[in-house]
C-alpha cells in the first residue's frame, strides 16, 4: 500500500498557535473540534490525529495472525486451561 507523501510549513501564529494546511487536513478528514495528538521525541515532532474511537482504529489489527483460527474454539482452549 501506498501512502502520499505531503510536504507543507507550518507557521506558528500569535499565541503559538498553529494552523495545518487544507492538503494535509482534507487528506486526514480533519475538521474544526477534532483532536490530535502531539509527541515529542528528542528535536522532532509526530502530529496525529487522535482516533474517534480507539475500539473502531484497533478492530481488525493484526488480523492475519488469526487466519483460520477458529474463535470459538480458541476462547474455550483457553477457558479450559484456566483450570489447569
Known amino acids: 500500500m501506498s501512502e502520499d507523501i505531503i510536504i507543507e510549513t507550518l507557521k506558528l501564529g500569535a499565541r503559538c498557535q498553529m494552523v495545518l494546511p487544507y492538503k494535509i487536513r482534507k487528506s486526514l478528514g480533519l475538521s474544526e473540534g477534532d483532536e490530535i495528538l502531539v509527541q515529542k521525541t528528542g528535536n522532532t515532532i ?5 482516533p474517534k474511537s480507539y475500539a473502531e482504529r484497533l478492530l481488525g489489527l493484526h ?12 476462547v474455550n482452549k483457553e477457558r479450559d486451561s484456566w483450570g489447569n
Not at 509526530?46 to 487522535?50: A, E, F, L, R
Request: net charge negative; glycine share 6%.
Open 63 to 74: 488480523r492475519e495472525i488469526w487466519n483460520g483460527v477458529d474463535p470459538d474454539s480458541y
Open 46 to 50: 509526530v502530529i496525529i490525529p487522535k
